[in-house]
């Protein structure tokens, strides 16, 4: 929230920005002058759009207004949630999928990968080898039907398809009444000659037995290397994801009736937004974080900021991404409830750490420790009505005074104080024989160190150091901790927007509408460089091919195609390592050129493209090695289409004084650092000025978070909107 309520003003809506959790539903209103307001309620289960409807009226509400009134003019509506996901991590989804394979590989689905069992795991999980298990399977066994054939890794067919084991197959499934058919066959994403075979048979024993279900072929979903990812990931899509796309077209609808014009879009993993008529809705699966990311990138570029650690402190997680000289690393293999798949999603790393992480006393080593479980929504027992009974961090900030009992959500959840207290002495302080403030302080520092750690060794991995950095803290619990998981950090600069708590949102809004494709292509190029004429070929059919597909989802939404803008782009390995990057190339077209001297077809675009993936390696891996000399590897030919959508502006206001005004001063309250009390100042965050300077102790709160500034640190609130923290 940036202005107290004013009914004079139109607040006529450009963007809204949706970001539905499992708990809580976020809005991000902007208006035609770029102020903004931040709303919140709670998600409705099955009817996102009640929820959604609620929090969008949460945030109109601070400016005494409604909907309808100031919908009209919406040229952005873009839409994060986790429904998707979670319906996967509870197994719930629709398990009524049949599966044709190779024959022998009917069990793949079942037994993954090695690395499946062990990717989601600490390291102390991975050392001691203690808890790893293969995930649960989506579809049963009875559903997978084999069927005799093979391609080649090269794309070459070894063993013709058998037919009459199609045939047979197809017919099983039909009997079992299963809602589609998922083919996924080996090497189909080097030729899916096959693949194209079983789907003309299922089709025709369809139409002879007047049935009718959707054929779904991997080498059309996801035609890319690994053939357990790629699996994974056409099962998951009609497992969770397409059971989604009622409830999405209904928030569409639901809106449309309110007088909204823009078209829902929805955030990807790969930081773009796609239509909820999209042919393939996987890529939304994971869109919460990224939209954190997302909007990191936006601050990063309207401020100049080369590089950039965005950090996100949920109430289970800590999550972490960085931005190299404008550059947001994607990674290929990822992990959803357990299994790995092979879609692109912006890279972030994430740890058990959050506000609602429970805290132990261990008896055996008699120290604290906290997690993996965490309280979520619950809160804490601060929270008398959530049931909870094991102390969490929230307890802790509460006793310390960093929290207010009477403002948390504005006041919507009381917190009692006495409560946690009484817990916090009976479970940790007791064991410990020590003052329970000073426990708490512990159990504080405790987390705050593991998420200091993951910071650091995120960015010394790469070569750098935090001086090399700037650091944007956001999410509900960022601005309670970022002085202390910064500490001791030597950040070029640490920014809190004032609006941290609906940042994921708001990254929404700042996304592309775009649809991404990627095919592996597995192009070598040696270091003489003697077939880059050949790979100039290779790669413009490619990205051709990639152009049309993407063209065609645009058409199916509605929107004009030639609107659109084709970002050619290659994931490059130098040849022999095992990690790609992602280079953009200047042209979709590659020429070739025949070298008389050399006899044989050269490109100087392909030399171009080396090149700049020479200095992009270089510039993130400064301390590493280049190796041309090794050759080049390109893995993945990737397409981006973009069609331009307004983007949001950051709010500017005229900077006052650097005191602040006695409006918005919430007098005194005694807070506990270094083991002793201090009277810390209390401010309420949305009546701060541009310009104000808060010295610490001090605590600036605002319905949804609170930024806490200890002793010997200040804050600046500049002209958009966002704190600027330093240590005296």
Known sequence: MTESVNEDKAHLLKVIALDTGGTMTDSFIIDENGSFSVGKALTTGNEESIGILNSIEDSLNQWGKL???????????????????????????????????????????????????????????????????????????????????????????????YERDVEKAVDELLEMNVDCICVCLLCSYMNSMHEMEVERIAKQIMKEKGKEIPVILSSDHNPVRGETPRLNALLIEQYAAEPSRKQLKAIAEKLKEKGVPAPLRILTSYGGTMSPYSKSLIPTMV????????????????????????????????????????????????????????????????????????????????????????????????????????????????????LNPDYFLGGKVPLNKKRALSYIEDQLATPFKTDPYETARGALDLIEINMKNHLNGMIQGLGFRPENYTLLSFGGGGPLHVAGYSKGLSFQNIMIPEWAAAFSAYGCACADHSYRHEISVDLVIDPDRTMSGFVASMLSSTWNDLKTRIKEEFEKEGRNPEEMKFKPSLKLQYFGMLKDLEVESHTDVLNAEYSAELDRFDSPDVDIILKRYDDLFEKIFRRGTKSPELGYHVTKAVGTGVVPVPKPILPEYELSSERPNDISSKGTRETYWDGKWHESSIWEMRLLNSGNIVNGPAVIEAPATTLVVPPNYRVKLDKHRIFHMEGK
């Open 287 to 402: 869109s919460g974080p990224i939209g954190g990311m997302i909007g990191s990138k936006f601050i990063a570029e309207k401020y100049g900021i080369k590089n950039l650690v965005s950090s996100d402190v949920g109430g289970t997680s800590f999550d972490v991404g960085l931005t190299m000289e404008h550059y947001v690393p994607t990674k290929w293999e990822s992990s959803l409830g357990g299994f790995i798949l092979n879609i692109p999603m912006i890279a972030l790393d994430s740890i058990g750490a959050g506000t609602g992480m429970y805290v132990r006393y261990n008896d055996v080593s008699g120290r604290l420790e906290f997690g993996p479980e965490s309280a979520g929504y619950l809160i804490g027992v601060c929270n008398e009505q959530s049931g909870v009974e094991q102390v969490t961090m929230t307890d802790c900030s509460l006793i310390l005074g960093y």
């Open 67 to 161: 909907l309808e009134d100031t919908g009209v003019g919406v040229e952005a509506l873009v839409y994060s949630g986790t429904a998707m996901l979670n319906r996967l991590l509870e197994r719930e989804g629709n398990d009524n999928i049949g599966v044709i394979v190779n024959a022998g590989f009917e069990d793949l689905h079942r037994l993954g990968r090695a690395l499946q069992c062990w990717i989601g795991l600490d390291y102390a999980g991975r050392l001691h080898v203690r808890e790893h298990e293969h995930p649960p399977t989506l579809i049963p066994r009875n559903n997978f039907k084999g069927v005799r054939g093979r391609i080649n890794f090269w794309g070459d067919e070894l063993i013709p398809l």
